[in-house]
Nanobody, 126 residues
Framework: QVQLVESGGGLVQAGDSLRLSCAAS????????MGWFRQAPGKEREFVAA?????????YYIDSVKGRFTISRDNAKATMYLQMNSLKPEDTAVYYC??????????????????WGQGTQVTVST
């Protein structure tokens, strides 16, 4: 079992930055690929970004966040991050972190994630 707790969300203005954190406990964090998802009201959940457990591979799945969001992890702290810059109102959503046991540099498909956090709200005003 892995327990995930997100933090760092909040209400910001367009153009501001936020850094989300996902703290993990339980099984060895470094054996898990991690990802960020988001869900806006009335919309389907989107796969935002993922990072392999080595940290050597990352992937971004929403064109509008490429160049603005950066996913990273610190295995010594068992924490994953999502640095979000130049935020836009369309980034408003509940952001969830997720984990799945994976090999080295694998980036699993979104449907493969087993463990989920409770989510943190990000609201970007105009």
């Amino acid at each position: 079992q892995v327990q995930l707790v997100e933090s760092g969300g909040g209400l910001v203005q367009a153009g501001d930055s936020l850094r989300l954190s996902c703290a993990a406990s339980g099984r060895t964090f470094r054996q898990f690929a991690m990802g960020w998802f988001r869900q806006a009201p009335g919309k389907e959940r989107e796969f935002v970004a993922a990072i392999s457990w080595t940290g050597r591979r990352t992937a971004y799945y929403i064109d509008s966040v490429k160049g603005r969001f950066t996913i990273s992890r610190d295995n010594a702290k068992a924490t994953m991050y999502l640095q979000m810059n130049s935020l836009k109102p369309e980034d408003t959503a509940v952001y969830y972190c997720a984990a799945v046991y994976a090999n080295y540099d694998d980036i699993p498909r979104p449907e493969e994630y087993d463990y989920w956090g409770q989510g943190t709200q990000v609201t970007v005003s105009t």
